[in-house]
């Protein structure tokens, strides 16, 4: 790249972040935001000892992490199509940020020197988005060429501007037949018209050795009493994500509902309830409704539910995960996707909605053949009032679940797991 063309890029870049002088002389802007992401904090923090996760989880799963020796470097990286530019900037810690320009396209490959071996390590990115989330971001592993891909896509939302988060890297689709035993390269696309993205700690974690499949129902919703008695005949658990204020309420679940729910292995999850997502409200506001349902479950006896959250609508800002970092270990998304174990960043998890059958049905594939995990998402069951699932696809569904090579877990045992390979590093 020419200078002239790194001085355009760092120009452009830095005055969507508030400035060149930002990220001229901005190293400790980057350390600041992926730092904070992934250090240990906890003893910083306002007390509310009660409620408080003892570590914040994305420091727990970076220690399962490491770091690729290759992709990091940006003279790794040749820029392939449009007018987008690509540079260095001040990085974390000890790596280097890169940074990609959309004009309106912007596409970056690195070839492997040796094949990249997917069925062994998982890969991952963290991303920042200064100014605003582009239209479309995707990642393709050639598995060995362009006829035969693993591929990842993203239509990340505004709502992620300003902040870093992890994305896992594949699958949510596939071109021919890949082999992902032979990866031998990778491609970055973004398109977006001059919505510059930064990536930083392009990781490896070990891969589970068989895939996982959860489900989780939203809102309580009165019609997951219908659900519960198939899932039970078939062994299988599930998880609900719990409005305290609806508990009881018309057209939701009661208490003894919840109880027996929990007897059986269930996990019940926190989900507030709110007008609009929670990037809309304060800071203090944040706050008070995430204590406020995680507080309700605790004094109802779902202590380890409470750890885990599923963002309202689906939407969480730079604050908000400040706040889920402190107070739960994962925070559940709605838009599709399947993560490793452990995940790339267990604050943003992506969910496959289960209306949808045979996307979901499809996901279930990939996850069962990468060794990856899909959380499903539900909101009722088999009524007919409403544009969800009916009775009869919901089986569908579940009898794809039962006859794939899949373990089905809820959130609390998927994150026992996380914790299991900490105890055994």
């Keep these: ?20 002088l930002a990220v001229r002389e901005g190293a400790s802007w980057t350390q600041r935001k992926v730092g904070a992401v992934l250090s240990d904090d906890s003893h910083s923090r306002p007390s509310v000892p009660s409620l408080q996760v003892e570590t914040p989880s994305r420091s727990l799963t970076a220690r399962l992490s490491t770091r690729h020796p290759q992709l990091n470097s940006i003279d790794a990286w040749n820029l392939r199509a449009g007018d987008g530019s690509v540079t260095q900037t001040p990085g974390a810690t000890d790596s280097t940020s890169i940074g990609l320009l959309p004009s309106p396209v912007g596409r970056i490959e690195h070839t492997f020197e040796r094949t990249f071996d997917y069925t062994q390590s998982s890969l991952s990115v963290w991303v920042y988005f200064p100014s605003t989330a582009p239209a479309r971001l995707q990642f393709r592993l050639f598995a060995p060429d362009e006829d035969n891909q693993i591929v990842t896509t993203r239509y990340p939302s505004d709502s992620l501007a300003n902040t870093w988060f992890g994305i896992e890297i594949g699958p949510t689709d596939e071109v021919g037949s890949p082999d992902p035993t032979a990866i031998t390269r990778i491609q970055i696309d ?5 919505t510059p993205v930064v990536f930083d700690r392009f990781e490896m974690r070990p891969v589970a050795e068989m895939g996982h499949a959860m489900i989780i129902f939203d809102d309580n919703r009165a019609s997951v009493a219908t659900a519960y008695p198939e899932m039970t005949r ?8 719990v409005i305290p204020e609806l508990v009881g309420d018309g057209g939701h679940l009661g208490k003894r509902h919840l109880e027996t729910y929990d007897a059986n292995g269930w996990d019940l999850l926190a989900h507030p309830q709110l007008d609009d997502p929670l990037p809309a409200y304060s800071p203090t506001e944040q706050r008070e409704a995430i204590i406020r349902t995680k507080r309700w479950l605790v004094a109802n006896g779902y202590e380890a539910g409470a750890d885990h959250f599923v963002a309202p609508y689906g939407a969480v800002g730079p604050k908000t995960l400040e706040l889920l970092a402190e107070f739960h270990h994962t925070n559940f998304l709605t838009s599709p996707g399947v993560l490793g ?5 267990p604050l943003t998890i992506n969910r496959v909605a289960i209306d949808d059958v045979q996307n979901a049905k499809r996901y279930m594939e990939l996850a069962a053949k990468y060794d990856r995990t899909v959380a499903l998402m539900a909101h009722t069951v088999g009524n007919k009032d409403d544009q969800w699932i009916s009775t009869r696809d919901f089986h569908e569904v579940l009898d794809q679940l039962e006859n794939s090579d899949l373990d089905v877990v809820t959130p609390t045992s998927y994150w026992s797991e996380v914790i299991d390979l900490l105890s055994n590093r």
């Design 1 to 20: 790249m020419t200078d002239h063309s790194r001085r355009t890029f760092l120009a452009t870049l830095g005055g969507a972040i508030g400035g060149t």
């Design 190 to 194: 973004i398109r977006g018209d001059r």
């Design 234 to 241: 078939r062994g299988i658990p599930g998880a609900v994500a």
């Design 341 to 345: 174990t452990p995940p790339a960043d």
